[in-house]
């Protein structure tokens, strides 16, 4: 039981459910008899004293300043990431939601400020983020029933969005700045780009120089929510290369012909080496971070006492309608009108399978700000009553911003006919044995297809897929490949499968599949003829084919079928004419086709 809620609470909703189940618990506890007790816990001081250092903070600050300073770096660790190996890698792909996302925090920044700033001018910074826990939980109960592209194009705003805020909060927000100590945490920056130069895999470094980085800030007087971001976006991040995997293999090769403590540590600290020490850090914090540092971040800054009239005051309070208005508001115009113009300008497309009526929906629930935008408020006011004011605000766009962006959807989804916001599922054309190229029983009752690139170290013919699934499903399957050659960063992809297909003119297709997977770093021009003089094929129509326009086209079509089927990368695999998700190891693909198996037996 226990296991089974940890599992719903890694997921969006899970998460988002449970935000929200503190925040009631929060105000409804500031609200009670008991009231009292909910101040007298956030007022416990705790100091802690590292020689002439000196930590003074109570219980509130230390979660404000202390804890939260690992979500910003989860957060810093995801741009980098994005900015590697992602979605803001390309510059196609970032310039659409990179203006967008500046759009989402300038608009509901100046709307806030016609009309709260008069009053409180500072507050400003209170409706420039989005809280994307609460964004991606609410698009899960209320988007599309498919909706991981306008997820993705989420992300990557909710990305520009948090560095925006991150900055700002880091820069606006900080006083009385201590001349030392921000010279120690430029060092520990420096630190930690030196360290990234090196290639240093241990994630011991790291942490050590974030520590300090975090206590020189403190000291410096600059909130350390942009020590967190900016530490986290000097993590590398990197794609796993096979030759890693490999390496890995080959210990747990040893392990088993010996198993001994000594090895073990070897495998395990192989099993590290292998995968990028930003991934390690996010998949370590990211859970803790989402379950227990927001949840208890918004035990902390929720609990707003709304007796006396207070709530009253708010809600005719300019302030309140201010934070209403900028973030329900300008979230939705900002973005919506951001993308508009970048896509008019040309500058990059939306996610394939993403409608302008799914953006207006995302743009909607963007004015979900809550974690940002409660920090801001602790930062920006120090009124008690402009602090109230504030906040219910930010509980009142939550609830707005997630009416609206049902709203919105389901307007799409009607009026529209944007059922979806994902990729195609469904392969498209679907196989045809006269063409196609296929392993194992022509009559077999499941089929599953792999679009591949021969450059790409992950496909089929490196894990032995095809004879796994052989050995275990004996003629049940099979098998069969399409190309799609990622050009961009596989620049000999394509040729290479022309070649396979001006091998299979002379009928040994399957023979220049596997010696080209054989050598993948040898795939130049020269290389494919002389694996078609190893193969015994006729140099002179080899050559003639590889020229021949009739084959290029063949590859052509066959990237353009994984377009329309959903597929963007290598290897993509679909099962029965559905693409499969998830792992795509021998063992998981077998489980699928024996769960196929057991639906289709009488009685099940």
Known sequence: MALKIAQRLRTDTGAAVLLLSVTLFALLWANSPFSASYTELWEIPIQVDLGDLAFDMDLHHWVNDGLMVLFFFVVGLEVRQELTIGSLRRRSQRLVPLVAGTAGVVVPALIYLAIAGSAAPQGWGAVVGTDTAFL???????????????????????????????????????EDVQVGPLLLAGACLVALWLLGRMREWRSTPYVLVVVVLWGATMQAGIHPSIAGMLAGLLVPAALTKRADVVRTKNLYRAYWQSPSAAVARDVQLGLSRS???????????????????????????????????????????????????????????????????????????????????????????????????????GLAFDDESQVQAATVG??????????????????????????????????????????????????????????????????ARATGMWRDL????????????????????????????????????????????DLLFANQTALEAEDLRGYADELGLDPEQFDADLADEALHARVADHAESARASG?????????????????????????????????ERPGS
């Open 275 to 377: 995968i990028s020490v930003n991934h390690r850090l996010h998949e370590v914090l990211n859970t803790p971070v989402n379950v227990v540092v927001v949840p208890l971040f918004a035990l902390a800054n929720a609990g707003i006492d709304l007796r006396g009239g207070a709530l009253g005051e708010a809600l005719v309070s300019s302030i309140t309608w201010g934070v209403v208005t900028g973030l329900v508001v300008g979230k939705l115009v900002g973005i919506s009108l951001g993308t508009w113009v970048a896509v008019r300008l040309g500058l990059g497309t939306l996610p394939d399978g993403v409608g302008p009526g799914s953006v207006l929906g995302g743009a909607a629930l963007s004015g979900i700000g809550f974690t940002v935008s409660l920090l801001v408020i």
């Open 470 to 513: 052989r050995d275990a499903l004996d003629g049940r399957v099979r098998y069969v490949v399409r190309h799609l050659p990622l050009d961009d960063v596989h620049p000999h992809a394509r040729l290479a499968a022309v070649a396979a297909e001006a091998a299979a003119r002379q009928g040994q297709f399957w023979e220049m599949h």
């Open 136 to 174: 991606l939980g609410v698009l899960a109960l209320v988007g599309p029933r498919m909706s991981n592209q306008l997820r993705v194009f989420l992300l990557t705003l909710s990305v520009v969005d948090d560095f925006l805020a991150v900055s700002i909060i880091g820069v606006v927000y900080s």
């Open 567 to 599: 597929a963007q990368g290598t290897p993509t695999f679909f099962l029965d004419g559905s693409r499969h998700r998830g792992p795509h190891d021998a063992a998981t693909l077998i489980a699928a086709v024996e769960e196929l198996e057991a639906a």
């Open 394 to 459: 930010v509980l009142l766009a939550l609830v707005l911003a997630s009416l609206l962006g049902w709203a919105l959807f389901r307007l799409a989804r009607v009026r529209w006919g944007e059922e979806s916001a994902d990729l195609p599922t469904t392969l498209d054309p679907a196989v045809d044995l006269r063409h196609d190229h296929y392993r194992g029983n022509p009559d077999a009752p499941h089929t599953i297809v792999e679009y591949l690139d021969f450059e790409c170290p992950f496909c």
